[in-house]
């Protein structure tokens, strides 16, 4: 009993004292101690001890114990001792409308102020009318939306409306690509490729193969394999542009003739889009690139604004329509809640408002010109820069060279991210508010950092 008492009040008093640093905006020197010491403690004890040991790869000296605190408008953010950043790594593609856009945060406010969440059971507005916008939006037919937090949630819908579209028939293959990245739940992890992730976890989901990305052929014979054995293809998940997987780029006939293959072999097509979509590749949603309509596209990431974590699955009503009859078969408790679907009205508004697909086209041409440029005479560590919009991946030759140049850039104040799954590639995804002068000096960076490389690494 007295043990219990004391544990609460030891409790009570270390949340008060974080209670009382939350309000604050800005921190004293001693404070700003006090929270590094917490933090990185936090995640030795208490979190996990791995990612010190993985910011420890990506900085320079004691950077590792550098630790985040507030946005410092759109496109940056101040380290809890006041150091600036440019976030290049933009949340590996949320920040599309830039940090904290004031629409966003107001609409979001505003709904605070009067819900936060919906009861689970009357009709919630927001819902109805964030679906609607969503079906003006999205390409083609795509109709009905799911609503999830996360962008592995919005996957599993996808394959689940796939499964119970084909019930049947009892179809339940799916084909998804190497490189892949769709999410690590059990579903989701069933389509990423990297074995890394997937191993320690096998067996997943069954009936998935993975075949090139990329490569039609080698998608054409899987699909007629199936067919041949008697594992009918239910169907084909792909991001448009794999993220993840290094900014991979499909040639131009790829999505459309595997538009075509699918409905040959009758298979449905997914596109996600959780990092490609609301605006990141220049287009509204990447599939406009390349005309085509998928039956079932994921939202996520940038779909909440950088504000909420919200995600969407839309499908056409050729699909959707199976959960019609119990509407309950897939549910969440959270999934389109009042504050996410305020934040996710207010992107879209702000992403036509703004402009920012359009923008994101000609920074994008930009900032790959610029790093393209940085580049030159440095053939020997940068294998390619490529990208479509504000979805740029630098490859270096070597992981080796990769990590320094990361280092390097965190050490400027530039904030980016080597994929998950490709150590070799760095992406550069800032906020598609992102400034002409910030993109001047993100490639400065990047020019200054490569000849920095060749002393540390190549000597
Ligand atoms: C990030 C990502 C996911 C997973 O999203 P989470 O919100 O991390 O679950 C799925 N698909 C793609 C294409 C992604 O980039």
Known sequence: METTMNKYKEVYEYTAKVLDIIEKTDVTKEEAQWITSETVNGFRENVNSGFLEYRKSVTKGGQYASVEWKDSGPNCFIDVNGKEYIDCLGGFGIYNVGHRHPKVVKAVKDQLDKQALHSQDLLDPLRAMLAKALAMLTPGDLKYSFFGNSGTEAVEAALKLAKIYHHKEGRSTFIATTRAFHGKSLGSLSGTAKGVFRKPFIPLVSGFRHVAFGDIDMMKKTMHACHMVGEDVAAVIVEPIQGEGGVIIPPDDYLPKLRELCDEYGALLIFDEVQTGMGRTG???????????????????????????????????EVFSHLFDNPFLHTTTFGGNPLACAAALATINVLIEEK??????????????????????????????RGKGLLIGI??????????????FFDNGVLTAGTLINAKTIRIEPPLTIEKEQCDKVCETFAKVLKEVDKAVLV
């Open 283 to 317: 287009k509204m949603f990447c599939a406009e690139h390349y005309g085509v309509t998928p039956d079932i596209m994921t939202l996520a990431k940038a779909f909440g604004g950088g504000v909420m974590p919200a995600s969407a699955t839309i499908a056409t009503e």
């Open 356 to 385: 920012l697909p359009e923008r994101a086209a000609e920074m994008g041409e930009y900032m790959l010109n610029g790093l393209r440029e940085a580049a030159k005479g440095h053939e020997n560590k940068v294998l390619e820069v």
């Open 395 to 408: 490859e270096f030759v070597s992981d080796e060279i990769g990590y320094e140049v990361a280092k390097g």
